[in-house]
């Protein structure tokens, strides 16, 4: 930029040189998405249609409820697509025998058809309330709109809770079933929102336990107003529970390393910062602890310090998709515990947020978390950067000849349609 319009502009803002920045590059990046317009589809990702599971795939209407209650569903999104959930949503809020739908909207997006659904839901007479929360980063907007037009239609809006952002991922269903009611259950690690759902990696849990489900009712009891209730059953929830309830479980796998040896610890997120967090996280390495660390963000823990971290690796997966899944491992002897959900490990989400940790029961879905997602992480080859002790970030070592492992390559393969 000429120095005379630097001075124009200065002088007209009533700034000074201390003011100016001079930057080496492009100003706003934004401006290169206009590349994608070009016909180059050598130079772009193959398009992919995620693929639905078969669970979902045999089941329409009603029949969506049964395939809940034979198992527990975990979708991987974007490999699997997010539609099964608005398709849950739109037939809780068609079926005559569902009584209430509840849930919780972070980042909503425009043309929601999640909103819709709730829409249709209180035209149809069922009992809807939603919290919306205003103070979603870049949302504001969006949300506050949406939460007004489900307001006008008469659907129960709360709006947060001072001071505290609520940040969980949660929907339920409450459905009549012969002399029974029971709850019918979506807890995620991303937010409700279709767009972001085909570029960020997230988890989304579909069930119907009694004992999550009577959490999850309490829990939106409490943002309501209708309850002070703040112990909970199976979830971790912050600001009450969750910290302490991963200290204990971390310091349960000190205590077994301890006895046996065999203490393992595998823990994916997108930031680490909580100073208590990573001391405790020092403190299990002292122990002697295997620690793996997936963060794709800021990382202030520094692995490979001699007497201090020995035991801990970290590395950070930077590919096609976002990373935006939580998942909290503990090798527990072999009697494995696997927690999923919308905190990561910073100040802000263990403190000042509503955010929930669900744990993942059903061994099969264990299993699947631990060697067909955490594991493929830990051998990514592609996509991984290794930090080392003085936190710079290195490749991965790579062998002539041999054919590099990527996570996010191996989860489009399995989960094409």
């Known amino acids: 930029m000429p120095q005379a319009l630097i001075d124009l502009l200065t002088r007209n803002f009533e700034l000074d040189h201390n003011d100016v920045y001079r930057i080496d590059g492009p100003l706003d990046i934004t401006r290169v998405r206009g590349l994608l317009n070009i016909e180059r589809p050598q130079l772009k990702d193959k398009p992919f249609i995620a693929s639905s599971p078969q669970a979902f795939v045999k089941s329409s209407g009603p029949e969506i409820f049964a395939a809940i209650r034979e198992c527990d569903l975990l979708l991987y999104h974007p490999f699997e697509s997010f539609q ?3 398709d849950f949503l739109r037939v809780a809020a ?37 919290l919306v929360e205003l103070k979603a980063r870049f949302d504001e907007e969006s949300n506050i709109e949406w939460a007004q037009k489900l307001e006008r239609e008469g659907v129960h809006v709360v709006y947060g809770l001072p001071g505290i952002k609520v940040h969980a991922k949660m929907a339920m269903v409450v459905r009549r079933e012969g002399e029974t009611i029971r709850r019918y259950l979506h807890l995620g690690t991303g ?38 209730k703040t112990s909970y059953r199976k979830l971790l929830v912050a600001p009450h529970s969750l910290r302490s309830g991963l200290e204990r479980l971390i310091r349960a796998e000190m205590d077994r390393h ?7 610890l595998i823990f994916k997120m997108n930031a680490l910062e909580d100073a208590g967090m990573i001391r405790l996280l020092y403190e299990a390495s002292q122990a002697g602890v295997k620690i793996d660390l997936i963060v794709r963000g ?70 699947r978390l631990r060697d067909k997602i955490l594991a493929k992480y830990l051998e990514d080859e592609t996509c991984a950067r290794i930090m080392q002790p003085d936190g710079t970030y290195t490749r991965e070592p790579r062998q002539p000849g041999k054919k590099l492992a990527c996570a996010q390559t191996w989860f489009l393969k399995r989960h094409l349609a």
């Open 94 to 130: 068609e079926d005559p025998d569902v009584l209430a739908i509840k849930m919780t909207l972070y980042r909503v997006g425009r043309n929601s058809p999640i909103v819709e659904a709730l829409l249709d839901a209180i035209q149809n007479g069922k009992q809807v309330a939603v």
């Open 84 to 86: 099964p959930f608005i």
């Open 298 to 367: 800021v990382c202030s823990l520094r692995p490979g310090l001699p007497g201090v971290s020995e035991t801990i690796r970290v590395r950070s997966i930077i590919g096609r998709f976002l990373e935006h899944s939580r998942i909290y491992y503990f090798q527990n002897g072999g009697d494995e515990r696997i927690y999923i959900g919308s905190a990561d490990l910073m100040p802000r989400n263990l403190n000042r947020r509503v955010e929930i940790l669900f744990p993942i029961e059903d061994p099969k879905l264990v299993r």
């Open 191 to 228: 937010n409700y929102n279709p767009v972001t759902a085909r570029v960020y990696t997230d988890l989304g849990l579909f069930t119907s336990n009694e004992e999550i489900g009577a959490d999850v009712s309490d829990l939106f009891n409490f943002l309501t107003g209708y309850s002070a």
């Open 258 to 264: 301890r006895q046996h040896g065999d203490g393992y």
